[in-house]
């Protein structure tokens, strides 16, 4: 076993002890030696864990604000943590790990300086926002990528309102302050497959979570800024057990729950040209249902835009 996994699953045991966990109880079950528990424990007290040793084990005292560690403990999932400081983009770093055979990866860094958008657009990632890439591999057709941008969407949007905050989704993958157009969040997925499966999928999430909003792009707002809790380290915890835990054929019914973009008027920029109308409905794997004046369209791709009541 890899110090990388022997460190996650002493941070588990610790994690869900009730009180002190002895050395060789945990050395036991970690099937390593005392010296390794030892070593680890160490390596968690520079890490800036508080891990109070005694008579009868180990127990965590305090933990780290954000970091590697830090998110993998208490984290129910699988995923390997990798934590940056600065990165020019997660998602970036997730593909080069996809390229080496990783999977099950969560990509973290506390700036990004080259972070991205849909469309090619630039992502203002400020230390203090919450940047992750989460690679998996899914079993899924190619065609089904697009539900797991709606499941990061959904996950982002009650992050926030846990946080405090009462955010809500704009089709297909914006986060926003309820009652504006204030952007909190947006997420990118990127993917490579063949004919019948995907070979890997990267969601990426940006968050603007604890960032002085007078410093992000006009039009973007911050949890700090709407009056939310800016604990990071959950938020991004809880983005990750919520993508994780949303089965496909739940994303749709969450995603129209926290949705603003049903029933209003839009025009939406297509590859195909513009479709404008009344938004109704949005179809798996994420598509979004026009009710125009020649009747229904179906959107797969696109730029929404909110238009005024008339």
């Known amino acids: 076993m ?22 060789p109880v945990l050395a036991d079950r970690l099937d390593v030696s005392r010296a390794a528990v030892w070593k680890q424990i160490e390596a968690l007290r520079e890490a ?51 390229a080496e055979g990783a999977s099950d990866r969560l990509v973290v860094a506390d700036e990004q300086t080259g972070g991205r958008g849909r469309l090619d657009r630039s992502w203002d990632s400020p230390p203090g926002g ?52 204030r952007k909190l969040a947006g997420v990118l997925t990127e993917m490579e497959g063949e004919a019948d499966r995907i070979s890997w999928l990267i969601v990426g999430i940006g968050a603007n979570v604890d960032v002085d909003g007078a410093t992000l ?8 800024a709407a009056g939310g809790d800016v ?38 920029e297509t590859p195909g040209g513009t479709v404008e109308g009344e938004a109704v409905d949005v179809e798996f794997p994420g598509a979004l249902v026009v009710r125009t004046d020649d009747g229904d369209r179906v959107v797969h791709a696109g730029d929404c835009e909110h238009l005024r009541p008339a």
């Open 217 to 224: 792009p006009t039009g973007a707002t911050s949890v700090r």
């Open 130 to 181: 919450v940047y992750a890439s989460l690679l998996r591999r899914p079993d899924r057709p190619p065609a089904h990528a697009p539900v797991f941008t709606l499941a990061a969407a959904v996950a982002v949007t009650r992050a926030c309102r846990e946080a405090g905050v009462d955010a809500v989704i704009k089709w297909p993958n914006d986060v926003l302050v309820a009652g504006s157009e």
């Open 231 to 268: 604990d990071r380290r959950r938020f991004c915890q809880r983005v990750v057990e919520t993508v994780h835990g949303l089965a496909p054929d739940a994303v749709l019914p969450a995603w129209r729950e926290n949705a603003v973009t049903l029933g209003r008027l839009v025009r939406v």
């Open 48 to 98: 800036g864990f508080e891990v109070a040793s005694g008579a009868d084990g180990y127990a965590v005292r305090s933990i780290p604000d954000y970091g590697a560690d830090a998110i993998a403990y208490g984290l129910d999932t699988p995923y390997a943590v990798e934590f940056h400081d600065r990165l020019p983009s997660t998602n970036d770093r997730a593909r080069e790990l996809a």
């Open 2 to 23: 890899s110090e990388r996994d022997t460190r996650r699953r002493l941070l588990d045991e610790l994690a869900a002890a009730e009180g002190p966990v002895s050395g």
